[in-house]
């Protein structure tokens, strides 16, 4: 299984990664605030979005470079570890230098030229699946990338487009250990896109990491109803807080059976 390092931070190995933050970064004390927040909760890394995919044009679509900065003050007021989407090839080198991760989109997952530039980055990268992707496309993307050099590929679920209209998408859990299995790259589950509703984030969170994942991004936001993208799907900071404790325990737990599974395989081959 491959561990992927940043900075101090190991994914894919014992310890879960909590990704959490706005969907947008809207601007300097919106971003701060959640930073801090999650931070406190013991978030690992911040997630917020610059150059926003939207649907509609119409739509907010990022505060661009300035939201770039405001990223790199969170980061290095806080310590976490940030991820931010990049659409083009032309924002590759902006972005790089004001983000830890670049972020590729369930819409750009079939980008070859995008995947290919980044394959030849020495960067971090958080491939989401498309909402239209089989996993073998997902994986095929993911081998875009690996095959230019770059080996730091972190995948993320974050639900397909099916026939039902009760939630955004639906989480495809099966994937996870699946993508899993066959790519050895660590799996993120993101709850929030999957399901566009804030009411069942927990369950699917903790869904999740009993499926494998080894980490979850969650989009938060101090005021989801004023927030300028992906309102209904934003955890406030209470709920977050709940969240938070929920995901710890189940990581403690997750955590003990790791260790008496491989205790049972040394005791196993010892005997
Ligand atoms: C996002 O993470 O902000 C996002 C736009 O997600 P997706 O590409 O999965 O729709
Ligand atoms: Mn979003």
Same mark, same amino acid.
């Given at each position: 299984?491959?561990?992927? +390092? ?39 890394? &911040? ?20 939201? &770039? ?27 790089? +230098?004001?983000?830890?991760? &670049? ?43 690996? +095959? ?124």
């Amino acid at each position: 299984m491959a561990e992927i +390092k940043i900075g101090d931070l190991v994914i894919g190995g014992r310890q879960k990664v909590m990704i959490a933050g706005p969907c947008s970064i809207e601007g300097r004390d919106q971003l701060l605030e959640i930073a801090r927040e999650v931070k406190a909760q013991g978030a690992q890394m &911040l997630r917020g979005g610059a150059y926003k995919p939207r649907t509609s044009p119409h739509s907010f679509q990022g505060l661009g470079p300035q939201g &770039l900065f405001h990223l790199k003050e969170a980061a290095e007021e806080t310590g976490l570890i940030t991820v931010t989407e990049v659409m083009e090839p032309e924002e590759l080198d902006l972005i790089s +230098k004001y983000a830890d991760v &670049l972020q590729v989109g369930a819409r750009n997952m079939f980008n070859y030229p995008l995947l290919k530039r980044i394959g030849k980055m020495d960067k971090p990268v958080l491939l989401k699946r498309s909402f239209m992707a089989t996993i073998e496309e997902f994986l095929l993307a993911s081998e875009y990338i690996l +095959k230019e050099g770059n080996r730091r590929v972190m995948l993320c679920e974050r639900g397909i487009r099916t026939f039902d209209t009760m939630t955004r998408n639906t989480l495809d859990l099966a994937s996870v250990p699946i993508l899993k299995k066959m790519s050895g790259l660590p799996v993120i589950v993101d709850p929030s896109h999957a399901t566009g509703r804030s009411d069942i984030i927990l369950p699917m969170t903790l869904a999740g990491l009993i499926a494998g994942a080894d980490g979850v991004m969650i989009e938060v936001h101090p005021n989801p109803k004023k927030a300028l993208s992906d309102g209904l799907q934003s955890l406030d900071l209470p709920h977050f807080r709940e969240l938070i404790d929920e995901y710890n325990s189940l990581c403690k737990y997750l955590d003990n059976r790791e260790e008496h599974r491989a205790m049972n395989i040394v005791r196993g081959a010892a005997s």
